[in-house]
Structures are given as C-alpha cells and as structure tokens.
C-alpha cells in the first residue's frame, strides 16, 4: 500500500500534494478574506455571497490586477480563465483509501 502526504488548507478545506501549493492557495484565500471585508465594510447592500466572489476573483488575479494598478490596464484582460485553471489543477479534489 502507497502512502501519500497531502496538505489540507483549514480555511475550505481543499487538499493539495504538495506544501508549496497548499501555502500559496491558502495566502490567496486569506487575501480574498481581506478583501471581501473591505468590500462589505465600505458598500452598502451588498450580498455576502457577491462579495466573496469578488474577493476570491480579486485575488486569484493579484498579479494582473497589480499590474494594472502600476498603469497596464490591459494586464486584467491577459487570458485570466487560463490562470484560473491552472491554478485549480494542483488541488486534489478527492482521496480515496485503497
């Protein structure tokens, strides 16, 4: 029987195989936390469920999003589902014992 080592991250409970990837999913979570809280704390009305989504879009982006910010606008139009992706793909989805 093979043992393999997977790290859980608390905040969603996602599982990855390895520890680089499990950190940098749960530093992107964090920063969608904080910027979820930014957003409700500074709009009015805003559903929660919305506001999370933005948070988590926000920050699975910050690269382009900062580049943008530094005067490249069109870095948030730079192919952002292939990033998506590719970033979804290092998370296991399910374990099953054998």
Do not use: Q, Y
Request: glycine share 4%; hydrophobic share 40%; charged share 30%.
């Amino acid at each position: 029987m093979a043992v393999i080592a997977v790290w859980k991250c608390d905040r969603d409970n996602s599982m990855f195989t390895n520890k680089k990837d499990a950190e940098e999913h749960d530093k992107m979570l964090e920063l969608a936390e904080n910027i979820t809280a930014l957003i409700e704390s500074n709009i009015d009305g805003i559903d929660e469920k919305h506001s999370e989504a933005i948070g988590i879009l926000l920050s699975k982006h910050r690269e382009n999003l900062a580049k943008a910010c530094k005067g490249k606008p069109e870095a948030l139009l730079d192919s952002p589902l292939e990033e998506a992706k590719a970033s979804d793909n290092s998370v296991v989805t399910s374990i099953t014992a054998a």
